[in-house]
């Protein structure tokens, strides 16, 4: 009864083999968004969409204001 | 709908498909070697045949999933059409090849798909069908995220 079944003794390499190929995968995808990431870089935050936005309206005013004089 | 995969991305939506879009493509070239020792064509000591190929098959779940979400991002930003029409002048070539090669990819995957799941006859047309798949996910990558990332 002590003596485990030898399909049963191998399943744990198996087993180890295919976490380590999914831990690989897991890797791959953390490297990937790193080096994306690092490629796109950092987006405008939130004063500098502010003051885009401030600008668009500006030369919308102007527009507007130089139409209609 | 638009609206919803802009919310999605938090407006952000080029950037998040580039990122989303890379990781498949890094996964599609990890599956190429996976399968590569999954049919024995290249023998690792780490790695047997059967744990590569049930690998392959969990993460190739993964990549269809990413790959549906993507679409469905693109599809309902840009639309089919759309994409094409209102590309810049220069781009409107990238963005048709970009929209042949993501259908063609998106009906491979399905019949790859059919194939591994109901259709054990054809069984033998899955090392071509997965070579297809790989191509067309990096044509798809090239004219739109690679564009992206190293066009600027």
Known sequence: MSRSNPAKRKAPTYGRQVLGSLLAAVLIVALTIFAVTAAIGPGPDARELRELQEQQEERHEDRSGNSGG | ?152
């Open chain 2, 1 to 152: 709908m638009e609206d919803f995969a802009d919310g999605l991305s938090r407006g952000n939506l080029a950037q998040v498909k580039t990122v989303l879009a890379s990781i498949v493509l890094a996964l599609t070239v990890y599956q190429v070697g996976l399968m590569a020792i999954g049919y024995g064509k290249v023998r690792v000591p780490f790695l047997k045949p059967k744990a590569a190929s049930f690998t392959h098959r969990a993460v190739g779940d993964t990549i269809v999933a990413i790959t549906l979400l993507v679409a469905f991002m693109c599809i309902t930003y840009f639309e089919v059409e759309d994409g094409i029409e209102h590309a810049a002048d220069d781009e409107h070539v990238r963005a048709a090849v970009h929209v042949v090669a993501g259908s063609l990819l998106l009906t491979v995957i399905a019949l790859k798909v059919v194939v591994v799941r109901w259709w054990q006859r054809l069984e033998r047309l899955l090392p071509s069908l997965g070579l297809t798949v790989f191509a067309l996910f990096a044509i798809t990558w090239v004219t739109s995220a690679g564009d992206y990332l190293l066009g600027e």
